[in-house]
């Protein structure tokens, strides 16, 4: 599985667009599957930091307990506009549980740093295994899609 920066090296266009889009907000949705199959859509505050993207959240959280029950996720950027101006960004793969400490207490630590909310220790804290970057945005009068998957080459689509 690929992490963040063997996106950005085998698809740094699209892992330019997809990171820029997730930081403007800092916000985005990310789909997980419910102990019963049906999805769950949920707002989660994604990181990116030392290659990595990070999927973190509270200790009690439904989508934290869906992960650890079913890896795969699917995150999608908090679109701002319907006209998509900006871009939107889709990412895929599955989330592994982080337990080592040190990484942990770095994961806090950026996060005390970059908004000065202290979190505590008791958290949910997932490495995104990525398995496939999608981008979508205006070309003038067209939709320009974007895609990297894990093993290919990106492709572009345009479609008017």
Known sequence: MANWNDVTRAAPDIAKLAQARIEATGL???????????????????LFMGGELWLGMMPASLKGKDLERDPRFSLHNASV??????????????????DDLATRQRFHDEILAETGNEIGMDFYLFRADVTEVATVRPGGDHLVIESWREGEAPKRVERR
């Open 28 to 46: 985005g949705f990310i789909a997980t599957l419910r102990r019963d199959g049906f999805p769950r859509i949920s707002g989660i505050e994604p």
């Open 81 to 98: 506009d319907k006209e998509l101006k900006d871009g939107d960004v889709k990412i895929t793969g599955r989330a592994v549980l982080v």
